[in-house]
Structures are given as structure tokens and as C-alpha cells.
């Protein structure tokens, strides 16, 4: 969830430090990227620029940034793709104990219940049903995790497209 | 009026708490599929293992149509099952393609609706990249979760009942003595 922010935090500063160009090329403060307009937009979000390193310099700020995204998105896959490996070793840890529980229980059966037990049915649950436990363990988090996602990332979306003016809602009253 | 009262950042939530519920339906839907097909693979497979073992008597009586037939059957059957599910499945896949353009249109057209603030480039791609991590989490590992869970559920279920509950002796004495005896909580031991 930091990713997005941070790309956010560049575009930011890389706006701010490309703002000279604009202003001095056109001539008039008018222009879509006014330094107004950039900062107006920042409402909200002043706590995030306590954590730039340089307070005048953007153009530092900006490869700052950038740095910082580029090392997250590559500690996200050296940290992600472990997990998933051990995520799918506990699963087929758990086929397999399954498959020797069915084992042991398949030799264990009395005469009575060898005539209602065929082999196909057997063969039948550890194909099919024991072969469950394989992937499943995969997307198990995401029952708890996906709403923790979406209670982080909305609460950032507020940030930046949650604000409303006065006046907009009184042109509609009116 | 009402959506001027509201932010923009809401028209995720909205979309997104319209799915789950709607992701309940589907694991629903999806665990009865299951749960039917699953007595129809065990139906063909029980065919099979007595249609095996008696292949000598369906070539000396030229039995081999019929038979032939009845596995068709068997394996039409499953097949219906099987793409019911598959139907269920791909309308899932089909959201999770589309929902995050919806997500994204929906929040977009309402933050300019409601606010006098200038779409930049740094509001966009935050919320397109917060949007996708969204999707990623919500419309695709959730309902993989969830359904996994509910298809590992009915697996564990099958195997309890086939195997592992012991089915009440007639015989008087065995029941008194399975009922007060200190180890009828265990797994019983056939």
C-alpha cells in the first residue's frame, strides 16, 4: 500500500521542480500545472511532505522518490514470492497427511464397511478431495487480508480524491 | 443532490461492499454445484471400477455398446455439472476484469462532480495504482479464498463421512457399550 503513495509523493515533487520550465515557456500563470494547482491538490496530505529529505531542493526529492519505489517494488517480490512457496509447501504438507490419514483408515476397515467402500471411492477422495488443500492455502489470507487492503487503500483514496468544496454544492442548490 | 453530501473516494466503497454479499451468492452457488457433481464423479467412477473387473464377460456377450452408452451417460451427466460451475467461475473472472474500470470510472466522474479541484496526474495515478491493489485483493484473492475454503470444507466432510463415522451397530449391547464407555468422544476404531 505504500507503493501507490509514493508514486504519488514523485509525481508530486517531479511537478514541482518541471513548474519554472512551464511558467517562463508559455508566459501567462494560467497554465494547466500551475504551482497552485499542484498544491491545492495537496490538502490533507502536509504530513507526507515531513518526510522528504530536502525541503527547497524537488528535484532531489523527486529521484528520492523514485528510488524509494523502485527498492519497495523489488523488496515486494523478493518477500512476496517466498511467502507464496511456503504458502503452497504447508498446503501439500497437509495433502499428504491427508492422504496417508485416508491410507492408514483404508487398511484399518472392517468387514462391514469394505462391502459399502469401494476402491473407486477411495481412489475418488484422494484424487479429487485431498488434491483441494494444494492451492487453497494460497488465497487463505486474503479472506482476513482483502479488507484490511481495502480499509488502507480507501483510507488513502480519501486523501487524494476525498475533498468537496462549499460552493459546488450551493450551484447545485440554487 | 444527495452524492454531494458524500465524498468521492466512496463510490469504491460502494462497488465494492455491492460484491461481497454478491460473492457470498456466488460461493453458494458454487458449493451446490460441487457438492452435485462430486456425487456424479463417484457415481462414474463406481461404474468404471464394476465395469473393469467384468470386461471379460461384456466381450464374450458383446455387451461393449451398452456399456459404452452408460458411461457416456455417466460422464454427460458430470459434464453438465462441471460446466455450471465453470459458468459461475468465468462470470467471476469477467467481474474482476471489468471492475476495476468501473471502480475507476465511478470514482473519477464523481470527484469531478463534486469537487472544483483539478484531476492532476498525481491524483490519478495514485488512485488508479490504490484501485488496482484494491481489485487485486478484493475480486481476486477473496473469492479464490473463499471459494477454496468452502470446496476444502465439503472435501473434509466427505472424507468424515465416508470414512471416519461409524455407522450404528444393530447389535444391543455394542451401543450401551459404546455409550458409556470413556472413549466415545475418540475417533472410532473399526
Sequence with gaps: ?174 | MIFHHIRACFGAIIIIFLYIPFQGFMANILSRFRSKSIILTDDRLRLMAEILPAMRVIKMYCWEKPFALLVNLARRLEIVKIRHSMIVRSINLAIFFVSNKVIAFVCFVWFLETSDQQLTAEIVFVSLSLIFQIRESMTFFFPIGVSYVVESYISLCRIQVKLFIKIPSNNFFILIRNFFSKKRNQSPRN
Design chain 1, 1 to 174: 500500500m505504500i507503493m501507490p503513495v509514493l508514486l504519488g509523493r514523485f509525481i508530486y515533487f517531479a511537478n514541482l521542480y518541471r513548474e519554472p520550465f512551464f511558467s517562463s515557456n508559455n508566459g501567462n500563470s494560467t497554465t494547466l500545472m500551475s504551482e497552485q494547482n499542484v498544491r491545492s491538490n495537496q490538502q490533507g496530505l502536509e504530513w507526507l511532505d515531513k518526510l522528504a529529505i530536502s525541503s527547497t531542493d524537488h528535484h532531489l526529492n523527486a529521484l528520492f522518490y523514485a528510488g524509494m519505489l523502485s527498492l519497495i517494488i523489488l523488496l515486494n517480490f523478493i518477500v512476496s514470492h517466498p511467502y507464496f512457496m511456503c504458502n503452497f509447501r504447508v498446503g501439500m504438507n497437509i495433502r499428504v497427511a491427508l492422504t496417508k490419514l485416508i491410507y492408514d483408515k483404508s487398511l484399518r476397515l472392517s468387514q462391514s464397511a469394505i462391502q459399502r467402500i469401494t476402491i473407486g471411492k477411495i481412489v475418488n477422495l484422494i484424487s479429487t478431495d485431498a488434491s483441494r488443500f494444494d492451492a487453497s492455502f494460497m488465497a487463505n489470507y486474503f479472506i482476513i487480508g482483502g479488507p484490511l487492503h481495502l480499509i488502507v487503500a480507501i483510507s488513502f483514496l480519501y486523501l487524494y480524491i476525498g475533498k468537496y468544496v462549499e460552493y459546488v454544492y450551493q450551484y447545485y442548490l440554487f
